[in-house]
């Protein structure tokens, strides 16, 4: 059995108070809000924290509202909420992220504000101290070389949660906070292409809240993994689509491809103006796949995960495109 190693925790009651708790301690602390990937980490020994800053006290950080330009989303709002808010039914990619990722029990602790800030996980260093002991220390571990890149400059582990894609292709915003400041940028500006340093915020900075505009289309997510009941994704793909016959607008987002989930926009490009007949969504879905470039750290084999990429963007698509299709 793993145990946990001991520490302190404070439950501060606002995000600004969180963000200054952080910085005053800096490395000495953790951030936690479900604790469904934090409490696995500290128990592998990834992280061996003094001190834990605590979100489940932060007044209002729950709960899912309407706003004349759309929705605004808690970041301590569980993913068994998102998926079963009538508010988020015009939203189906989210839902449908939100309701695939992990377990039931799972999903009725962990918050939507851990999901996006999730490290990416690597099958080498997502293990215990004894099994990385023996295998000997990587890029992500601060010294060594990468298991699975030889040669890597940079660490490959995976963007392995189910709502960053989701939220890419339906244009969300996030909203940081910072002491007594905040900010808000597309959600795209969150995510690095660096599996050790994959989130673009400081380490003080709290997610506060996501906002989503107004549903004008239709949204799809879809989700590769080996056990339908349970695993992280090994690809995920998300489409939203504006359409009159023609499409006016579509967002194609991949995740578990790399360090961070990506949008094709060329590939949403090709689509625009015209209908989704079965030549276009073809090259759409190749120039998508021309995006992944997965190495040997998750499951099933990279070159298989290249190839499903296609084949999901592809079905995605063809999913919006009937409307008795996907929802
Ligand atoms: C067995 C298992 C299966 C899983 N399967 C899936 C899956 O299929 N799909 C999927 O997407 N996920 C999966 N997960 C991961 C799980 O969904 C995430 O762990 C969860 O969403 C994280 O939320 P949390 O509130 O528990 O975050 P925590 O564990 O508390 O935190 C996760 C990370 O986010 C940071 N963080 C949390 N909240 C904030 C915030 N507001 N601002 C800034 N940083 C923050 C923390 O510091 C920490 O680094 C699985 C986990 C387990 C244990």
């Keep these: 059995m793993l145990r946990l190693p001991p520490f302190r925790m404070l439950a501060p009651a606002t995000f600004a108070e969180a963000s200054r708790r952080l910085r005053d301690l800096g490395p000495r602390a953790s951030l936690m809000a479900g604790g469904t990937d934090l409490v696995p980490r500290f128990k592998r020994r990834q992280i061996l924290p003094e001190v834990v800053v605590s979100l489940h006290r932060v007044k209002g950080s729950v709960g899912i509202r309407a706003e004349q330009d759309g929705l605004s989303i808690g970041a301590g709002t569980t993913l068994a909420q998102v998926a079963s808010d009538p508010l988020i ?192 969504v073809a090259a759409a879905a190749s120039v998508a796949a021309r995006l992944v470039r997965p190495v040997e750290n998750s499951d099933f084999t990279a070159s298989y995960r290249k190839r499903m990429a296609a084949v999901f963007v592809a079905r995605a698509l063809n999913g919006l495109r009937e409307p008795t299709g996907l929802s």
């Design 89 to 280: 039914s015009r939203y189906s990619a989210l839902r449908q992220a939100a309701e695939s990722a992990a377990t039931p029990q799972i999903r009725s602790i962990a918050t939507i504000g851990g999901n996006l800030c999730l490290p990416p996980r690597c099958s080498y260093y997502d293990r215990s101290a004894l099994w990385r002991g023996a295998q000997g220390s990587c890029l992500r571990s601060g010294s060594g070389e990468c298991h699975v890149a030889p040669g890597a400059s940079r660490c490959m582990a995976v963007h392995s949660g189910d709502l960053a894609p989701a939220l890419l292709a339906l244009g969300a915003r996030a909203r940081l906070v910072c002491g007594s400041g905040e900010r808000v940028i597309p959600i795209q500006e969150l995510f690095v292409d660096d599996g050790i340093a994959p989130l673009a915020k400081k380490p003080e900075e709290v997610l506060a809240g996501i906002h989503i505009g107004r549903a004008e289309g239709r949204s799809v997510y879809l989700k590769l993994r080996r056990r339908s009941s349970f695993d992280y994704p090994s690809l995920g793909v998300a489409v939203s689509l504006e359409s009159d016959g023609r499409a006016r607008e579509c967002r194609i987002a991949l995740g578990g491809v790399g360090p961070a989930p990506v949008v094709a926009h060329d590939a949403g490009r090709l689509l625009v103006g015209g209908r989704l007949e079965p030549d276009v």
